[in-house]
């Protein structure tokens, strides 16, 4: 287990109990602050139970807290970016309402002033969504979405922030400049992140950490070590990932230990 | 006719509001659950001997609209089904109860409702309770917006989900029940879902959206009170068919687009 460098978010002893079931069982993690842990496990692993502890939306176990400089402090301030949105697609709420909502108390329906407009498109700016202000959310594609819900969590300043399946219905040119959106954000503010996914490929490619979670956490190291793991590919099987990705993965991942 | 007027322009903007929140979180059936309601709260009046019914109707309708969003948020139980067996019971209940020796007669004008009979003190009740709505949607509007899109992310930022649902169900409940006696409970339903219903198919974002819905509903309401005025036929009705119109106004133009 990585030590805490000057700040992080230590998860210790997490433990979930859900209808009998233990869905979590004792799990350890510390994510440093600058830095993207990939969690990716088989379905009914734990995953998307791990961030509703993490949300604090069931009862746990455990204890989760943010620590800087060797002071414990209370639970990390949260940036959630869901997987997908509950509501009716027909709804006429634009992107610029669902900022403005996030980071005024003036309730948009009596109107958004323009100084509030203004800070709304500076917002969507950095990432890459300012022309997207007047639309309605349900007509955004997938990436477009993910992207004004990433811009919508990084308005609370969070300590830790939580990427539930970014890679859902989003096409690969769009994911891509997701993930470069989350590398410079987590430089930029030093944030932890924790990404849940099914992407192999992009994990592979921009995470920092890889966690194979399977109730508890099974393994974990840099993703070209995890993805090489035969043990692990053997446990998990097909159900894990798609497994004509599997070669080239492993190939890249040959590739990066070769070079170091 | 005064005083109808009144109550008139102070209630339809308040179901613009709430229809605007109804429609957006798909609670259409929920509302007329809570409309129906009023059946069994003025049984229970009758049985308890109130000459008005209006305290245990909106006492029966806080306490289901509050039972209900606690099993909604406790159980993942299918809502739908839940309040189809809820509808039938609370309905067939009322229904039982007024109709013990053919009685059920002299309750059918809160089936229709009478915007004319509104009485001064009934205004001034609208009045209060359009106030508290309106500072209500003004200081929880955002979060309302946020927990509607996602739950978990208004979660995530602190907002309490389940008391900001719970306040507007009760809301909901109170407005629904004291408008009864204007519009009747068979179509007060409709009134809340189609000015929102109708603003839809104009606005673009949640201001556009919210300020339609209150002027097709300001419009469905003086022109409905006016038209009935002039009929000779019940205001309610009459208001839920001018909106209806608009309603198929608007899709028109949606279809245009």
């Not at chain 1, 800070?119 to 594609?141: H, Q, Y």
């Not at chain 2, 009934?122 to 955002?142: D, E, H, K, R, S």
């Not at chain 2, 009170?225 to 106004?249: E, K, M, R």
Request: one cysteine or more.
């Amino acid at each position: 287990m990585d030590s805490c460098r000057h700040c992080c978010t230590k998860i210790d002893g997490l433990t979930v109990h859900l209808g009998g079931n233990i869905v979590l069982d004792k799990v350890d993690l510390h994510v440093n602050c600058g830095e993207v842990v990939g969690v990716v496990g088989p379905n009914g692993a734990g995953k998307t139970t791990l961030l509703r502890a993490l949300l604090g939306e069931i009862p746990y176990r455990g204890k989760i807290s943010f620590q800087v400089s060797g002071a414990v402090s209370i639970r990390p301030k949260i940036g959630y970016v869901p997987q997908k949105l509950q509501f009716d697609i027909g709804s006429p709420i634009s992107v610029q309402d669902l900022v403005v909502s996030a980071i005024s108390c003036r309730p948009v329906w009596a109107g958004v002033s323009r100084e509030l407009s203004k800070k709304a498109k500076d917002i969507l700016s950095v990432f890459s969504a300012e022309t997207l202000l007047n639309r309605r959310i349900g007509e955004l594609s997938g990436g477009e979405l993910q992207r004004v819900l990433l811009a919508v969590a990084m308005t609370s300043n969070p300590e830790l922030l939580l990427l539930d399946e970014p890679a859902s219905g989003v096409d690969v040119k769009g994911l891509s400049l997701f993930y470069q959106i989350v590398r410079g954000l987590k430089q930029r503010h030093d944030i932890s992140v924790v990404l849940v996914t099914h992407d192999l490929a992009g994990i592979a490619t921009y995470v920092d950490r890889m966690i194979l979670l399977n109730r508890s956490v099974v393994a974990q190291g840099k993703p070209e070590e995890v993805l090489l793991n035969e043990k692990l590919v053997m446990a998990f099987g097909p159900s894990l990932w798609n497994i004509s990705c599997l070669p080239l993965l492993l190939s890249e991942g040959e590739d990066k230990i070769d070079n170091h | 006719m005064r005083n109808a007027l009144l109550a008139v322009i102070l209630v339809t903007p308040l179901f613009a509001l709430l229809g605007t929140m109804v429609v957006n979180k798909r609670m259409v059936f929920f509302t007329d659950v809570l409309g129906h309601s009023a059946l069994t709260g003025i049984a229970i009046g009758v049985l308890l001997g109130f000459s008005d019914p209006t305290l245990p109707m909106i006492i029966l309708a806080v306490a289901l609209a509050v039972s209900i969003n606690l099993l909604k948020n406790v159980t993942r139980a299918d809502m739908d089904t839940i309040l189809g067996v809820l509808f039938a019971f609370i309905v067939a209940l009322g229904i039982v109860i007024l109709s013990r020796q053919g009685g059920f007669v002299k309750y059918t004008s809160y089936l229709i409702g009478d915007i004319l009979a509104v009485t001064p003190k009934q205004t001034g009740w609208f009045f209060l309770i359009a106030a508290v709505v309106l500072v209500y949607w003004y200081v929880l509007g955002n979060a309302m917006i946020l927990a509607c899109v996602n739950p978990s992310l208004a979660r995530s930022r602190k907002v309490n989900t389940f008391l900001i649902e719970t306040g507007f169900a009760i809301l909901l409940a109170v407005v629904v029940t004291v408008s009864i006696r204007l519009v009747g409970i068979l179509i007060i339903g409709s009134l809340l879902v189609l000015p929102a219903a109708a603003s839809r198919n104009f606005a673009r974002n949640i201001h556009a959206y919210t300020m339609w819905a209150m002027a097709i509903s300001i419009f469905s309401g003086v022109a409905g009170l006016i038209a009935s005025y002039y009929w000779g036929t019940a205001s309610g009705a009459t208001i839920v068919l001018i909106a209806a119109g608009c309603y198929v106004v608007s899709a028109l133009f949606a279809a245009q687009k």
